[in-house]
């Protein structure tokens, strides 16, 4: 038998097994450097799975809780990513089903349970799926226009932002009774269609900044907001939380309007 028949014979391996040096057995390559960052974003994904399990048993403050520390986890892989140099096409990919699991279908399930699952018919399942449906697609938007994107800002509101305006919106909800039982149905969908319409829009919003020194010189008075928001919450808590979150979504929109309006004088 020719060589290249025996090439031909030769059973195929996946492309996780690489061949040895000597050209015979396959063995595992070691861990690469995108392992670290991928442990954060599983937890990212083990988060969001938590908040779904703890929106179906009830437990709305826990639920909203296990979506902040998603979104935590989702900082901290992109930072440890950066800091090894350990990005990756895997690390994106599973990145991105993770902010779908954690920022789409938790927000949206915690969303139907909380005050939406009483309405007639399906209208609540519905309209809590427009949550999901909308982060599924503003992260596919996001993937295929990463080349040459920089991460300064964003087009339509980022998931975890939305993920977070539910969460704080719940906690406050949960804390005070602002709105009664037959006013939330009405208040939620509103803030589901909103959220999920801002998601798939052209609305730019910042990233969020890191604290330096040219940043303080270049835009004082948004590093003086950010500053400002975070002693509220820190002091006012859930309440604040929510509303912070609500003034970086109205930001963005007045920021938008404005470039626009000076697009259309000029």
């Known amino acids: 038998m020719d060589q290249s028949r025996m090439k031909q014979g030769r059973k195929k391996y996946p492309p ?6 000597e050209g015979g057995r396959q063995r595992f390559p070691f861990v690469s450097r995108s392992f670290f960052p991928s ?4 937890m990212n994904m083990v988060s969001g799975y938590m908040s779904i399990v703890m929106s179906g048993e009830g437990s709305f403050m826990a639920a909203s809780w296990f979506i902040i520390l998603a979104a935590f986890f989702d900082t901290i892989d992109g930072f440890v990513a950066r800091v090894i140099n350990g990005t990756s096409d ?20 915690l969303v139907y349970k909380f005050g939406l699952e009483g309405m007639w018919g399906i209208g ?32 339509g509101l980022p998931t ?64 003086a907001l950010y500053a400002l928001a975070l002693f509220c919450v820190l002091v006012f808590q859930t309440k604040a939380f929510f509303l912070a979150m ?21």
Request: hydrophobic share 55%.
């Open 90 to 109: 895997f690390g994106v990919e599973l990145d991105s089903l993770s902010d779908l699991v954690s920022f789409g279908a938790a927000p949206a399930y």
């Open 16 to 21: 996780a097994l690489k061949p040895d040096q």
């Open 124 to 155: 609540g399942v519905a309209l809590s799926a427009l949550l999901m449906v909308g982060s599924g697609l503003r992260l596919a938007r996001f993937n295929i226009s990463m080349i040459g994107y920089s991460k300064e800002s964003f087009s």
């Open 246 to 266: 609500l003034l970086y979504i109205l930001l963005g929109i007045l920021r938008s309007l404005t470039f626009s309006f000076r697009q259309w004088i000029a």
């Open 39 to 42: 442990i954060f974003t599983v």
């Open 160 to 223: 975890p932002a939305q993920a977070l305006t539910i969460a704080g919106f719940v906690l406050w909800m949960q804390n005070e009774q602002f709105f009664g039982l037959d006013v939330m149905p009405p208040v939620l969908s509103v803030l589901t269609v909103v959220l999920a319409l801002l998601m798939v829009s052209r609305v730019n919003y910042d990233a969020l900044p890191k604290p330096t020194l040219d940043l303080i010189r270049r835009h004082p008075f948004q590093v």
